[in-house]
């Protein structure tokens, strides 16, 4: 039965997901990047990227596993890109470039329509404006058999997390504090929605562990 | 210089220090037992409970460092004993029977006051009425140039963090899920305090930080 996961999100020791005032400069907010050191040093960001070989132990196996038996991607508005309100226009087509990442159909929640966005390398962005339920249908319907992976921010996540809808989460708790931001679980009880603790892996970078139900 | 130190204080994933309903059967909460699981295998622990050899390695390490140039504690009632309100008797000696494992004076915050307690190995409650920060005063007065810990719980903890006062938190992340109880850092800014990570080591059993500013 097809899942819908979150993986490789990050937060602080502190709890928080994503830095304060988040803009062009600072998609992840103030101090957010510090949050994904353990992600950057991992042969598939390098690889993604471009950067030569990285990081093979357990940090790169979480992330590759992010990736593994993903049919179809939600995105909450803010991580698909800065511009807030009516799209100006269509000339902002995410962060990613020409070929993101992700290679399958990705739901991006806004509540401004806007018509698909086909990149290369497989990725259609679909913009959904009748709420974070309609995007599931549509993902899941995409996705087949396969599972659907909410990529962020904290709020979408919040959103599905405490609807009851989330399955799995991989985080990396990352040695770092933000002191402000967004808080990833603040006021949510996950044992009363059925969470355990499933994995628990350490390395220098982060703290790893998969919360499911 | 003597320094406010807090030290092998554990919380959940989500943060909690504690679990919800205290009493005296849970004195860390619901819960909360499964947060010192680290702690509980050490040899520090095993030792001071007669109960053998334990695990010797960094848990160990960071437990014993808890104990090196301690001169005096501080603690929360709720953490000396489940008795609310007025002193009964004086009956409720602590949790530890009569050999505490503090062996200096233990400056114990309270609304109503008590002879002090003389125990056995060189421990010595005081129960302190007039505020956390004569609570502090007397604790470094017979500390000298040693270090005062507080020893908890929570909200003692928040007390003197918010205040400014406290110099260094050794924290162990456990891998358990709370949900609810007492969140240790909710809603204070770890940074705007002026503290950073200074040490971040992880074992199967626990994420231990070291902040200090």
């Known amino acids: 039965m097809s899942k819908l996961r979150v ?18 400069e600072n998609p992840l907010g103030e101090h957010g990047p510090e949050l994904m050191e353990w992600f950057f040093a991992t042969n598939v960001w390098r690889q993604m ?5 990285g990081e093979t132990g357990v940090d790169n196996a ?3 596993r992010g990736f593994e038996n993903i049919g179809a991607w939600i995105l909450g508005r803010n991580m698909f ?22 290679h399958v159909p990705v739901f991006v929640l806004t509540h401004h329509a806007r ?24 993902a899941r319907a995409a996705a087949g058999d396969r599972d659907v992976r909410i990529g962020g921010g904290v709020s979408t996540i919040r959103q599905y997390l405490t609807a009851g ?15 402000r931001g967004e808080h990833l679980f603040g006021g949510i009880d996950l044992p009363a929605l059925g969470f355990r ?4 892996v350490t390395t220098k970078a982060a703290t790893h562990v998969v919360l499911s139900r």
Chains 1, 2 share one sequence.
Not at 49 to 53: I, P, R, S, T
Not at 165 to 179: F, K, N, R, T
Not at 197 to 200: F, G, R, T
């Open 197 to 200: 603790v499933a994995e628990h």
């Open 165 to 179: 809808l989330v399955d799995e989460m991989h985080i990396a708790i990352s040695p770092v504090l933000l002191g």
């Open 115 to 138: 018509p698909p966005l086909e990149m290369d390398g497989g990725t259609t962005f679909h913009f959904v404006t009748d709420g974070f339920e309609s995007a599931l249908r549509q």
């Open 62 to 64: 979480m992330a590759e």
């Open 7 to 24: 993986q490789s999100f990050a937060i602080s020791l502190d709890g928080f997901g994503a830095g304060p005032r988040q803009d062009l």
């Open 81 to 102: 890109g800065p511009v807030r309100g009516p799209w100006p226009d269509d000339s902002w087509r995410g962060w990613w470039g020409e070929t993101p990442p992700y």
């Open 49 to 53: 990227h471009g950067l030569g070989v």
